[in-house]
């Protein structure tokens, strides 16, 4: 059975920093694209960073020179860092991941999500 199990989320100061993870277990094949999706109250959830297996790496705009996404392969893990945050990145962040599983299908998985709150 994949899981996604995140951790990281808090709450800091505007101009603060948070170092979120997401390691995917159970028995997998391969993945194919990993990262992070967010949904702040009254909004729909928005992609804010994935990187893919063949190393390319997707930001959404207002995340862009603020957030770093890297991946440690060993430990099928994604990490998100995110620096310089605004009461507006005040979301629950969702670890996403297309994987293929030991079965051999591939899958959508979805985290159980992390709130993170940009407040002074």
């Known amino acids: 059975q994949v899981q996604l199990v995140e951790s990281g989320g808090g709450l800091v100061q505007p101009g603060g920093s948070l170092r979120l993870s997401c390691a995917a277990t159970?028995?997998?094949?391969?993945?194919?694209?990993m990262g992070w999706y967010r949904q702040a109250p009254g909004k729909q959830r928005e992609l804010v960073s994935t990187?893919?297996?063949?190393?390319?790496?997707n930001y959404l705009d207002s995340v862009k020179g603020r957030f770093t996404i890297a991946r440690d392969n060993a430990k099928n893990t994604v990490y998100l860092q995110m620096n310089s945050l605004k009461p507006e990145d005040t979301a629950i962040y969702y670890c996403?991941?297309?994987?293929?599983?030991?079965?051999?299908?591939?899958?959508?998985?979805w985290g159980q999500g992390t709130q993170v709150t940009v407040s002074s």
């Open positions: 159970g028995i997998i094949n391969r993945i194919n694209r």
């Open positions: 996403y991941g297309n994987l293929i599983s030991g079965s051999g299908r591939s899958s959508d998985y």
């Open positions: 990187i893919h297996n063949i190393g390319i790496i």
